[in-house]
């Protein structure tokens, strides 16, 4: 069917013939504008050829990603109708949402903003939580914490040091103004992320079942509305070159990085939650975030099976001469779309006039399945709604598996010279020293974490815990945590993806929680790179196996691909954000022991392997090895066993092992309370080499402090579970950790007091800056 | 011996099709107080340099690099400078 | 008993004030929205934390033309107590109900801790007799670090107007013990009538059983002249 | 009909003798990048304000008051302002 072309649009620049040069700088292959042609009947406008290149690019289609998606859980095996249920499913909305009991449920989400943090890290930062806490509250949920992933490069390198306080601060400004508690999250530094910085945030809000709003618009002649923010040039992003170089303006003037006002969407957030209070107001909302008013208007008219049809010339802009591409595929922040019961406009007028928020009427629903753009009454652009999303193109990548993957893993621990005591000794301290290791309070004090009085637990431990007033529900306990170790991806996909779940879940039931869900974010780098595209496809299959075992779905998530520096990619890196409750708030377990007496039983065994551990990579400089030995359902069986020792009243506190290994994790135990130390004896383990003994990294390994009295119990309990436990020491009164190993050698001991300087100092020192007090 | 000293002045400003929500926070508020003849406010930075004035001979370029190095983000902002007393 | 407490648009401690109150203390409380000319009849009125209105030029520098503003500097020269925690305080000191200003933090970062306090004899309310001599309360803010020019200083101290100063875990008010360069370590301090109270510490983020300590109820029990629960 | 605009510049400068934390960190860190001539570093805010310029009578008198209201506290920092352009 052809259609007769649109008529000019008022704006000459944008009248240009589509050049294939223009096409290729839109992203769009050959195919794919035939694909276009057909769903217009016509040749696209340029405004169009935007739309179309921003709703189709990875970001928005997930054309690439998609396949992989599909291998995750979605919804609970174990049915039944207790928390945990799925209330909203992944890909369905803006975020899942599922049931904590009593008719409450949380909605939360992870996002990444790493392209924007490497521009400037602190706006692209701060725009990226400002993101994710739209995508919560346009649920309709009140969003009550949030967190964070980052990754950097090595933490000696000015450059490095530049990013990692600009995206902090940035994190800390937009969260710590608007009000929202961080409650923790996980930061990594590593050569592979120079260049191309990690910034994932994640959001999580509360909501009654009764409260869940859509993205859909429905109901003919419904007004949408416009709220928020006025529309300026920012963030034309990876589109905006061919209006960038069609008009004459200069390059410098549109800079690609939006600039975020947290003041906004605090008015915004507070404005929406109240307008969505009000019953039967609002029929369906969506924020604007990536490609703008453009994925808003058509996303939601393609939920709601319906048509939409805006007007420009409403739309509230910042600066003068905007033209429709801009417009359309503008970034500016702190801006949502709602479709309106008709009929109560003046309600929802009344409520952002109370906030002092623009509410532009800037279109209404229609029948038409169609997205028409108008500027001055007549058409800009006209386009089938669900052509620019549900039936955006999807890809099968070719996957090839890199050639390094042999070699790393055929690497034997055997070629290390074996470690004199002295070497074991000194390596304690760098590794506690190591920024991935040491302390993160340099990061977290600049995060408001106590905001809304409802923190149980702080960063700093293994999981954060909040407490959520459920009204006449009473309260409910919630624990989250971030994970993502992408070395043990790089040396092997699959079950790196599977560690990053298990590793979750694992630091939740230390802390007491049952977890419920997990949400997601794939930071990959090139996708058209069968090598890169192998990676993603073995973790994203090693994370859904995990899922399944653990039987907590994925509630939805992002993918950023094309993480890349001039030096490659970086490594593969997924993260999850995961949640759980806590049955009974005595059930919160501390992962400090802080009082000499409690007896260290470690749960795991002792697996001798170095694969991929940090010491390797600190003691030795290198990154090789096989990831380290994962069993799921061996790892289930521990949980489950955890977690009715620490309901039993068993456990005094719990620690996870991971980078560092058991010495590392048995400091961390005791840090900071005064004079407090552990005596280990390790003599029975004996095995081939120290260091892996004490640094290696295999997973599944929890210590645990209990008293004497309850010991034998412990371990009985643990033996009809079929659960490996074994006591390996204790707290002391004397401020040392000493160690005594197996073969009769003459053991090896440190001040804790030390060890407790060299950690919590690291990144401090690092990030000092002369002449500033820290 | 002490050198007399040059007074710089560096001004730091959005750029200007970057979001500015402390000039809209300036404005809206100057409004509500009445100033409605008011139409745009930027807020920037306003730094004052001493130095004495011994080094003289590439003070400019010294000056133009810091701005853009460390006075500045050259990304969001612009800036200029101007010697302000001698 | 009854509280009000202020709601600016970007106040977002609010919700912690009314709960202190009301949970905490089991005292009547309501909110006061920023657009409303009139206060009613309280016995304390709380300019909570946040950030009132962006607060990108200087904290509270907006806030204090609010039109509720206006009702509570007349409360306050009516005699009626006031406390403003973290932005509260620095709107008070923005509106003239209290003298000296709040600048940025010396180490130029957001700072989110629970430090020590040494509680000064302040006068009635405020003393090491009604509170102990040391408190711990959470602070988190960017522009916490006080500063009066001498002579105000000297008045400050002359009439007993420091509520506390940071301190370490001994009651040693040290350099390394100051979170954000405050002078003098001041952490609170009072009008010099007497019913004024501004502090950066955040009484509201300490009450309950789980939180890093409850010595929050016991500040606001000494200002409304609350007696001390007979159990503690 | 649409008046030509006047453009205002406002400066607003920690006063001398309170703590400028800023001002000390871009100082060390220029110290540290090799400026050793520098003496003294100040920062403060430059805001541009762009009015119609209809109403003429009273608009020395508003600019102050302004400055002196919201714009600097008079506790902590001094301004001054100039008539940029007609
Ligand atoms: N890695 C992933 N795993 C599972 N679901 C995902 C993943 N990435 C994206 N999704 C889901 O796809 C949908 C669209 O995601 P996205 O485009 O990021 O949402 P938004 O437009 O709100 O930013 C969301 O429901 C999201 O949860
Ligand atoms: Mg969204």
Redesign the pocket.
Known sequence: MTRPPLPPNPDPVLNVPLTEELIRRHGLLDEEMARIRELLGREPTLTELGIFSVMWSEH?S?KNSKPL?RL?PLEKAETGDGPGRILVK???????VIDIGGGWAVAF?I?SHNHPSAVEPFEGAATGVGGIIR?IFTMGARPILVTNSLRFGELDDPTVKRLFRGVVAGIAHYGNCIGLPNLGGDVYFDDSYEGNPLVNALCLGVLRHDEIKRGAASGVGNPVYYVGAATGRDGLGGASFASRELSEESQADRPAVQKGDPFMEKLLLEACLEMMAVPGLVVGIQDM??AGLT?SACETAARGGAGIEIELDQVPQRETGMNSYEIMLSESQERMLVIVQKGREAEVEAIFEKWDLHAAHVGQVTDTGRMVVLQGGSPVADIPARGLTDEAPVYQRETRRPAYLDEVQRWDPASLPAPAAADLETALPKLLGHPTIASKAWVYRQYDHMVRASTVVAPGSDAGVVRIDCGEAGDRYLAVVNDGNGRYCALNPRRGGQIVVAEAMRNLVCTGARPLAVT???NFGNPYKPEVFYLMAEAVAGMAEACRAFDTP?T????SLYNESPRGAIDPTPVVGAVGLLEDPAHLTPSHAGRAGLTLVLIGGFPFELGGSQYLKIIHGLKTGDAPSIDLEIEKTQNTFLLDRIAAGDVAAAHDLSEGGLLVAAAEMVFGADGVGVSLDLTAADGPRADALLYGESQGRILLATTPEKTAGLIQAAAAAGVSAQVIGETTGDGRLEVRLPGGSKGLGWSVDELHRAWSGAIEQAMHRPGIRS | MSWPTVKIHVFVTPKKTVLDPQGEAVGHALHSLGWSDLRQVRVGKFIELEVDAGEEKNLDDRIDQYCRDLLSNPVIEDYRWEIASR | MKAAVLQFPGSNCDQDALAALRDGLGIEAGYRWHKETTLGDFDLVVVPGGFSYGDYLRCGAIARFSPIMKAVVAFAERGGKVLGICNGFQILCEAGLLPGALIVNDCLEYRCLTPHLRVEEAGPLFNPASLGPLLRLPIGHGEGNYRIAPEGLAELKANGQVLFRYADAAGRVTEAANPNGSIDNIAGIRNRAGNVFGMMPHPDRAFAAYHPSQDGLAVFRSLLELPAPAHA
């Open positions: 928005c997930y998606l995750f992944a890909g369905e909305e803006n975020a899942g989400k996002e995508d975030g990536a994925c997601d974010n794939l994925v939805g998530g992002n993918v």
